[in-house]
Structures are given as structure tokens and as C-alpha cells.
């Protein structure tokens, strides 16, 4: 899809006219205050406005929609929270009003070709770099990691739907990097000559990512919501000649994008930035992605006591008058070591307290310190360890002494079915289990 010269007797409709202001308006709004890192350095540019619609946006909640409780400005790591609603409300009406006042002032225009360019280019660029990002973590299975422990030992019924969705795409390495050329693939946005055949790969893709997020209650939902409706946007222009093409057998001609006639020096300015603009985005975002990955990929690596820990005996002597501490003891099922710095502990009754986790292995020391709110508990243990990998804590809480025989799993994988069942071209009977 090359750029061609303005059309002759090009006449939009009174309704498509209405129709582009308003979707100028709105996605306009959007790029701007939702970028999401897709523009690079953008967030230099949105720090100057951010911390005006921190509080201009919670002022439209309470004055226009009644709503009296604080609303969070910050981030959560939800992209559903009230504050991206009531900003999502705040932008449509403000496309409104901007549509109708648009429609006012100027009855003259018989189209809005050079607009349609440039809101194309911004949509092109959000939506492909976009995903591009997304899709880039995804190859290195950044974004879905593998099970963890904390998965893996979780009763399955206790998951939450989004807990479930996370475990499903972070089991198989393929299916991450099927998803992420799936997603990479977006970069034929950037170019008009391939951007029809991106769209039509675009739109598979954000409809998918849209309907997890929905089925799966993941809270992404609007952000997956508007990069569908931006692809559908740009795909609406052909989508007419496509549905001939594919159900009535007609032959076809895409349109070409209208594009301005710059001059030789604009070109070649827009033509460089693209250029460096991809080389930023692809290189520096696939080394970024790579050091991302050793930063939080494996984080038990270089744990002195990684692995899995099974609690086959407790014994607490001196424990009559402490009941409480007795009863959380000899409900622990699993001491999980995340990391260098952090453990787990899971009980029989499936409750988790985070801990963290000092391990010194030259004088056989242990410590857990409780990240539980307001929960103070501290565990000192000692310990020694046999030839098969059995290990022996023993310490001391308030009047009781406490021994525990732990049975360490490095290699935890092989313990679960999920994990070790591994993949089989031929089943003569399904395996579902």
C-alpha cells in the first residue's frame, strides 16, 4: 500500500465524517494518556500532564459519578482499576463533545484524508510497538514464566482464573514463542505496504489477548480491548473488498493511503526516524528483554538451599502453654525456597506465609522472618543434612524446642505429573488426569 496523490471528487459521507472525529478524538486521547511504553520516552513527555489527571480524574468520579471512597492514582499492576475507567469515561466524553463542536465550526471539509495519515501512523505505531514489546517478553517466557513452587503445591480448585490462564501459558515453552512471533508479527504495521496482511494477523491476535483477559478475568481487559479496536479501525477501510474477496470470489484492489506530499527533506527525516526507531525498539528492546530475563527469570539460581522441602516429622517439646505456635508448626506441609532471599511456607490447610530467607551454610544456620502484615514471627533454626538429601532443623521459639526432617527435592519438577509427563506423539488412550 503505497501513498498515492489526493484523490479527485473525494466526498465522505456526513456519517464517516462524524465517525473520524470522533475516533480522532478519542484515540488521540488515548495514546497520549495511556501510553504503556509503547512510544520510546514517552514517559518524559507524559510526566509534565500525568500528575494533573491524578487529580482531575478522581474529581470526575466524585463530582459526576458520585463516587465518595479515595480512588488509587497509583500503579497497581491492574490496568482495570476505577481510576482506568473513570479515565476511559473522561476521554469518550470528551471525543463527544469535541465530535459535536468539530461538526459546528467546520461543515466545510469533504474529508479528512491528511488526518486519516497521521492518526493512522500513531495507531500503526502504538499498536505495533505495542506488541512488539509484548511479544518479545513472550518468546523468552518473561510474561508467563514456567510453574513455580507456589503453583505447583497450590490445590487446583483454589487457583484463581487468572492464576489458571498464567499456569496454562507458562507450561510450554512453544506455545510462548508461538504467541510471541504471533505478536511480533506486528511490525508489518509499521510499513503500509504490509500493513492490510498485519491487520489480519493483528486482529486474530488481539482478539485472543482480549478474550483471555475477559474470560480469564485478567485485568487488562481495556488495554487488550482498545488494541482490537485500533487494528479494527485501520482494517475497516478494506474490509469491505476483503469480505468480497474471501466469500463472493471477486477480484480486488486494496486502496492506498493517502500521504501528504512532503518534501525530499521531510522524507527523508521521516524515513531515518523510522529506521532508528526500529533499530531501538528491536535491538535495544531485545537486549533489554534478555537482561530482564536474567534479573527475573531464574531468582533461585544462586539460592544456597534452593529447591523444594517436604516436612515429614515435627516434634515440639515444652509446648503446653503455647498452643498457637505448636498448631501453626505441625501444620507446615512445604518450605518452598524462591530464592536467595525469600521463602515460602505452605500448610495442609493450603495457607502460604511469605518469609524472608537466610541461609547460612557454613555454620548451618537458618533464619525466617514473616512478611505477613502484621505478623512478627522469626524462626532461628539449625541444621544438618544426610547423604539423601533429609535435613534436620532444630531451634528454639519462646519455651519450646522445635525439630523438623525435611525432605529437600532439588530438581522439583519431577515430582509433579504436570511437570514430568513430558510429550508423547503417539497416545493410544488419552491421558487426562
Do not use: C
Not at 488494541?227 to 492506498?256: E, G, I, T, Y
Amino acid at each position: 500500500m503505497s501513498a498515492i496523490a489526493l484523490p479527485k471528487n473525494t466526498n465522505w459521507s456526513f456519517f464517516e465524517k462524524i465517525g473520524f472525529r470522533f475516533f480522532f478524538s478519542y484515540f488521540a486521547l488515548y495514546i497520549l494518556f495511556n501510553n504503556n511504553g509503547a512510544y520510546p520516552f514517552f514517559q518524559i513527555i507524559s510526566g509534565w500532564y500525568q500528575k494533573y489527571l491524578h487529580s482531575f480524574i478522581p474529581w470526575i468520579g466524585k463530582t459526576f459519578l458520585g463516587i465518595s471512597r479515595e480512588i488509587p492514582t497509583g500503579p497497581t499492576g491492574s490496568g482495570d482499576s476505577t481510576y482506568d475507567y473513570l479515565l476511559v469515561f473522561t476521554m469518550g466524553l470528551i471525543a463527544v463533545l469535541s465530535s459535536i463542536v468539530w461538526t459546528l465550526l467546520d461543515r466545510k471539509s469533504e474529508h479528512y484524508l491528511k488526518m486519516y495519515y497521521w492518526l493512522s501512523l500513531a495507531i500503526r505505531m502504538y499498536v505495533g510497538l505495542m506488541l512488539i514489546n509484548y511479544g518479545m517478553v513472550k518468546i523468552i517466557q518473561l510474561q508467563f514464566p514456567a510453574p513455580s513452587l507456589y503453583r505447583l503445591t497450590q490445590n487446583f480448585g483454589d487457583a484463581s482464573p487468572m492464576g489458571l490462564a498464567w499456569t496454562f501459558l507458562g507450561f510450554s515453552k512453544g506455545y510462548n514463542i508461538f504467541m510471541g512471533v504471533a505478536e511480533i508479527a506486528a511490525v508489518l504495521l509499521l510499513f503500509r505496504r504490509t500493513m492490510a496482511f498485519g491487520l489480519i494477523i493483528t486482529l486474530m491476535t488481539t482478539a485472543n489477548v482480549m478474550a483471555v483477559n475477559y474470560f480469564y478475568d485478567v485485568p487488562v481487559k481495556l488495554l487488550s480491548t482498545h488494541l482490537f479496536l485500533m487494528a479494527a479501525f485501520l482494517f475497516a477501510r478494506d474490509f469491505s473488498k476483503v469480505w468480497q474477496f474471501f466469500f463472493f470470489r471477486q477480484p480486488v484492489a486494496l486502496n492506498s493511503i493517502y500521504r501528504p506530499n512532503f518534501k525530499k527533506g521531510f522524507k527523508i527525516f521521516l524515513l531515518s526516524f523510522k529506521i532508528l526507531l526500529l533499530v531501538y525498539v528491536l535491538g535495544f528492546g531485545f537486549f533489554n528483554t534478555l537482561a530482564s530475563k536474567a534479573r527475573y527469570a531464574n531468582p533461585n539460581v544462586n539460592a544456597p538451599l534452593k529447591g523444594l522441602f517436604e516436612v515429614e516429622e515435627v516434634s515440639i517439646y515444652n509446648g503446653k502453654e503455647n498452643a498457637k505456635i505448636e498448631t501453626d508448626i505441625k501444620d507446615w506441609k512445604y518450605l518452598m525456597v524462591n530464592g536467595p532471599k525469600y521463602a515460602t511456607i505452605r500448610t495442609y490447610k493450603n495457607k502460604t506465609q511469605s518469609f524472608t530467607f537466610g541461609a547460612d551454610t557454613i555454620s548451618k544456620k537458618v533464619v525466617l522472618s514473616s512478611l505477613n502484615g502484621s505478623s512478627n514471627e522469626e524462626y532461628h533454626f539449625t541444621y544438618t543434612e544426610d547423604l539423601n538429601n533429609i535435613f534436620y532443623f532444630k531451634g528454639t521459639i519462646k519455651n519450646d524446642s522445635i525439630s523438623l526432617k525435611l525432605k529437600r527435592t532439588i530438581n522439583y519438577k519431577d515430582k509433579f505429573l504436570l511437570t514430568n509427563r513430558g510429550f508423547h506423539w503417539i497416545n493410544e488412550v488419552p491421558f487426562n488426569r
